[in-house]
């Protein structure tokens, strides 16, 4: 049952973070930053949760991580930039 709120914890602080990714050209900085911002995070559920590092953890852990990400790229849509709303504007 902890793995399953964990899982369910790491799926849903990915949700986020996969939205702010999906904005970004591929391989940037930025890209990069909000794939592996998570991660401390995740570390720290595992920790404080007491599921620790086994091996079977990994895969669950991973697929509700990716799925966060994925999940948050394709259905969560952000606000448009401001820039882009006042260069339609001008026109």
Same mark, same amino acid.
């Given at each position: 049952m @902890? +793995? =399953?709120l964990v899982a369910l914890a790491v799926f849903l602080l990915n949700l986020p973070f /996969? =939205?702010? $990714?999906g904005r970004e050209r591929k391989y940037s900085f930025?890209?990069?930053?909000? +794939?592996?911002?998570p991660i401390p995070f995740v570390i720290l559920l595992r920790i404080y949760s007491d599921i620790g590092f086994a091996l079977y953890t990994y895969p669950i852990l991973v697929g509700a991580f990716f799925g966060g990400q994925v999940i /948050? $790229? @394709?259905f969560i849509k952000l606000k448009p930039q401001t820039a882009s709303k006042e260069t339609k504007d001008k026109q």
């Open positions: @902890k +793995i =399953a /996969g =939205a702010l $990714r930025k890209w990069f930053l909000y +794939i592996h911002l /948050g $790229r @394709k």
